[in-house]
């Protein structure tokens, strides 16, 4: 009985601790590219590329797992014309190249389908909360910065986020999609980013 006793005494802290939800942190690095969408006839969309940094940190509990984290991200998009209010437009006489600078806070979650202890692969979807910086633009050869409050451009997008990542050992690989759901413009007209992100990170 006391054998018996000892056993359980040993197997229990270590069944508590195999039910503790396990944490990573992640630093990452990659690539993006970004075409701009806007409902106006005529109107032809470019993918741009651009990279990202960042780092998360992700819990896993069983089969489920939920990340958050923050990126610094350089994109570009092209547009032909920029809204201006009450459905009104401002036509270029060729398309203008925007880059833009900002921070991104995703929060995913999602399902494991493989859970091994040196490869594991997950499937999530989620929120992505981007605050616009600063840009650069470029026209007819000539280049220049601006805010983007001075472009109609919403300092603020909320986008949905769908992907799969890998882990190989410390190793991870991250592929996701990103539509926006608030309008990039200050107009009531629909505009919006569809965005690909590639990265690969270090797991701590």
Sequence with gaps: MKKV???????LPMLAMAQQPKMHMKLYGG????????????VEKDVLEGWQVGGSFRVMHRRGFLEIGVVYKNYGFTV????????????????VTIRMKALEF??????????????????YGGLVSRFSLKGKYEYKGETGTYKPSEINLNVYNLGARFGTQFDLSFFNLDFSYTIGITNAFREKARTNSHGLDLTVGILF
Excluded: H, Q, R
Excluded at 31 to 42: D, R
Excluded at 106 to 123: A, S
């Design 5 to 11: 006793l000892l056993i359980i005494i040993i197997l």
């Design 31 to 42: 690539l993006n590219a970004t075409t701009f969408v806007y409902k106006i006839e005529g």
């Design 80 to 95: 032909d014309s920029i809204p201006l209010g009450d459905g009104d437009y401002e036509a270029f006489d060729e398309p």
């Design 106 to 123: 995703p929060l995913t979650m999602g399902y494991i389908p493989v859970k091994k202890p040196l490869f594991k692969w997950f499937l």
